[in-house]
């Protein structure tokens, strides 16, 4: 069976049962354990949960708005019918939650994310380093910049990735400073394993391991009972088996796949699922 969810599962237990309830800027409070470990390996499993369904297309669009498009702009999403940024996108005239961001940075959510990717151009960087210089120790993508960290809508949760060639196989090492487990961490790691394993292709590697560091493992109160529904989902039902990730072998450039809502060049194959829990977001 799944391994992601057994161990998804098992998280979420621990945090209602043993977590600590504190009070954080949303004004809702979350229930949280320090920190969190996991791993994945990738030829033995594609990290998607089961026991509720994860909007995979979605997910990926985000990754690659971030990675391939570079783009802060909420629009682009919009566009492609993903709305996960609605929350904090700037406005028309600049504004967001009091602030004046000026309207440079309308429609966006300013500089963050794909903003960073694309000011030091990150993703170029990295795959010509894992091409000429594999055995380079400075493989890293980093989001937190503290130069952009005041116009920046939300600084970036998922914040660095670190990134390994071992027996010709790609690593990544991804840390997460804050971690919404109902909704944010079902979506990031799916998005980073996808994107490991085209980082994987267009570079001549397989796909190796996904090492997960996360602080501040949290659930929020008012999602409490959606997960609670999952744990029951997962105890009387069961999980199925892990779906597996085409990706169309002709891409040999990572800007080359198509980012279209179709997502022409990437599919999930088998992904069966015990359908969605609606999760309030806390914004």
Same mark, same amino acid.
């Given at each position: 069976?799944?391994?992601?969810?057994?161990?998804?599962?098992?998280?979420?237990?621990?945090?209602?049962?043993?977590?600590?309830?504190?009070?954080?800027?949303?004004?809702?409070?979350?229930?949280?354990?320090?920190?969190?470990?996991?791993?994945?390996?990738?030829?033995?499993?594609?990290?998607?949960?089961?026991?509720?369904?994860?909007?995979?297309?979605?997910?990926?669009?985000?990754?690659?708005?971030?990675?391939?498009?570079?783009?802060?702009?909420?629009?682009?999403?919009?566009?492609?019918?993903?709305?996960?940024?609605?929350?904090?996108?700037?406005?028309?005239?600049?504004?967001?939650?009091?602030?004046?961001?000026?309207?440079?940075?309308?429609?966006?959510?300013?500089?963050?994310?794909?903003?960073?990717?694309?000011?030091?151009?990150?993703?170029?960087?990295?795959?010509?380093?894992?091409?000429?210089?594999? %055995?380079?120790?400075?493989?890293?993508?980093?989001?937190?910049?503290?130069?952009?960290?005041?116009?920046?809508?939300?600084?970036?949760?998922?914040?660095?990735?670190?990134?390994?060639?071992?027996?010709?196989?790609?690593?990544?090492?991804? %840390?997460?400073?804050?971690?919404?487990?109902?909704?944010?961490?079902?979506?990031?790691?799916?998005?980073?394993?996808?994107?490991?394993?085209?980082?994987?292709?267009?570079?001549?590697?397989?796909?190796?391991?996904?090492?997960?560091?996360?602080?501040?493992?949290?659930?929020?109160?008012?999602?409490?009972?959606?997960?609670?529904?999952?744990?029951?989902?997962?105890?009387?039902?069961?999980?199925?088996?892990?779906?597996?990730?085409?990706?169309?072998?002709?891409?040999?450039?990572?800007?080359?796949?198509?980012?279209?809502?179709?997502?022409?060049?990437?599919?999930?194959?088998?992904?069966?699922?015990?359908?969605?829990?609606?999760?309030?977001?806390?914004?």
């Amino acid at each position: 069976m799944a391994k992601w969810d057994r161990e998804y599962i098992n998280l979420c237990k621990e945090i209602i049962e043993k977590g600590q309830e504190v009070e954080n800027r949303t004004g809702i409070n979350t229930i949280k354990l320090p920190y969190k470990h996991f791993e994945f390996d990738l030829e033995e499993e594609f990290p998607i949960l089961t026991t509720k369904f994860v909007a995979f297309k979605s997910a990926v669009l985000e990754m690659l708005w971030i990675y391939q498009a570079q783009s802060n702009d909420v629009r682009w999403l919009q566009d492609r019918g993903v709305k996960i940024w609605n929350e904090w996108q700037i406005d028309e005239n600049g504004h967001y939650m009091g602030k004046d961001f000026g309207k440079e940075y309308a429609y966006t959510i300013g500089t963050a994310y794909g903003y960073i990717v694309k000011r030091y151009q990150l993703v170029q960087n990295l795959i010509e380093t894992i091409k000429n210089n594999p %055995t380079d120790r400075r493989m890293n993508m980093s989001l937190w910049q503290n130069d952009y960290l005041a116009t920046a809508a939300l600084p970036s949760c998922v914040w660095d990735s670190m990134w390994d060639i071992t027996d010709g196989k790609l690593n990544a090492i991804v %840390t997460q400073r804050s971690c919404d487990v109902a909704l944010g961490l079902p979506f990031n790691v799916t998005q980073y394993a996808v994107l490991l394993c085209m980082l994987a292709q267009v570079t001549g590697l397989k796909p190796g391991k996904l090492y997960w560091s996360a602080k501040d493992v949290h659930i929020y109160k008012n999602q409490v009972e959606g997960i609670e529904e999952q744990i029951k989902r997962y105890e009387e039902l069961g999980d199925f088996e892990a779906p597996k990730l085409r990706l169309n072998p002709e891409i040999k450039d990572f800007f080359k796949f198509d980012n279209s809502k179709e997502l022409k060049d990437i599919e999930l194959i088998e992904y069966e699922h015990h359908g969605k829990i609606k999760m309030p977001i806390a914004v």
